[in-house]
């Protein structure tokens, strides 16, 4: 009997043997081979929990393993909503979403060829730089307040820009030929026999400064955009004048002489492209002058009509108000920017 009882027992404990092995064999997973024993899986095995006779052969603790538990199984598909969001079409597609009213009226191979008009920013880089660069200035010039006596003339200047605002250079005038007196200075000689005493000019030289205080924009002619700058001008020269004989030409004949003058004025230039551009300038010529002399010649002798110390009257202040208009040619005709590092 106990034979009988002890070969049921053995043969009992082969077949428990098979089952726990099946149950946690090698890759099962946690889940899997809970539902196997019969007990509630756990998500998570956290170190801690295990106890030191868990592992096999009772010595050192299992190792802690994390377990995505909404990661779907091996050989699965995603589920629903998982997939990332498709990317959005573009072309007509995104412009119909924008304006569906417009959608059906649009046709973007001809869109394509329509002229696109740049969008102008406020601020911009300058559009015709100066620096390190020569400027030449012809020009033609006509006397604005003087009402008996005209000098106009025809000039150029050359200016060399040491930084895009301040400028050295020199300008010269040629009036020899061009001189007129005026009609009515001349009718009034000859009626009433009194008249003005008056001056000529031959041709006049001159170093100069310029300082552009402000530059700028305008609108005009539709969209088409003229830039400007406005400057101020400054200098010393010389100019050579002479009285022009009127109260006693019998005796009197005079001569040109250079004498100092200086020289300021204010202007405005108006670029047409990046080299070219139209200029407008007022400017005085200051200097003093010495004009015939208007005493009565017919009481005096002829030794003393004769004598040249009596033919010029005193030295007074001239200023020769002059307005100037002409263009300006930049060199050379193009450039590039150097940005700061």
């Known amino acids: ?15 428990a ?7 946690q064999g090698k890759g099962a997973k946690p889940k899997e081979a809970a539902a196997a024993a019969g007990a509630k899986p756990k998500e998570a095995t956290v170190a ?3 106890k030191p006779g ?5 010595g050192a603790a299992a190792q802690p393993t994390e ?13 629903e909503g998982s997939e990332p969001p498709p990317k959005e079409e573009g072309g007509l597609d995104a412009i119909c979403k924008l304006d569906p009213e417009a959608c059906p009226n649009i046709d973007l191979v001809q869109a394509a060829k329509r002229d696109i008009k740049a969008q102008m920013y406020a601020v911009q880089q300058i559009y015709a730089l100066r620096a390190r660069r020569f400027e030449i200035q012809p020009y033609w010039g006509l006397t604005m307040n003087d009402q008996f006596v005209s000098h106009p003339g025809f000039g150029l200047g050359l ?34 026999r ?33 830039h400007w700058d406005a400057y101020v001008v400054g200098g010393v020269g010389v100019l050579s004048t002479r009285p022009i004989v009127i109260f006693d030409p019998r005796y009197r004949n005079y001569s040109y002489e250079p004498k100092l003058a200086f020289n300021a004025g204010i202007g405005i230039r108006i670029f047409f492209n990046r080299w070219f551009a139209g200029i407008v300038e007022v400017r005085d010529y200051i200097y003093n002058e010495k004009l015939e002399n208007i005493q009565d010649v017919d009481a005096q002798t002829d030794q003393w009509r004769q004598d040249k110390a009596n033919w010029l009257g005193d030295s007074k202040l001239t200023n020769n108000v002059q307005l100037q208009a002409g263009v300006s040619i930049f060199l050379p005709f193009s450039w590039e920017y150097r940005l700061p590092k």
């Open 194 to 226: 009194v008249g003005v005493p008056l001056n000529e000019y031959q041709w006049g030289a001159a170093a100069n400064f310029t300082y552009v205080p402000m530059y700028g924009k305008f609108a005009g002619f539709g969209d088409f955009i003229f």
């Open 48 to 50: 801690g929990d295990a």
């Open 54 to 58: 868990d592992a096999k052969g009772g």
């Open 1 to 15: 009997m106990k034979q009988a009882r002890t070969g049921l027992l053995v043969a009992i404990a082969l077949l």
């Open 17 to 23: 043997v098979p089952a726990v092995a099946m149950a």
């Open 67 to 79: 377990i995505d538990a909404d990661a779907p199984p091996p050989g699965e598909t995603p589920k």
């Open 159 to 192: 200016n060399y820009w040491l930084t895009n605002v301040m400028a050295i250079g020199v300008n010269g005038n040629w009036y020899a030929g061009l001189n007129s007196d005026s009609q009515f200075n001349a009718s009034t000689r000859r009626a009433v």
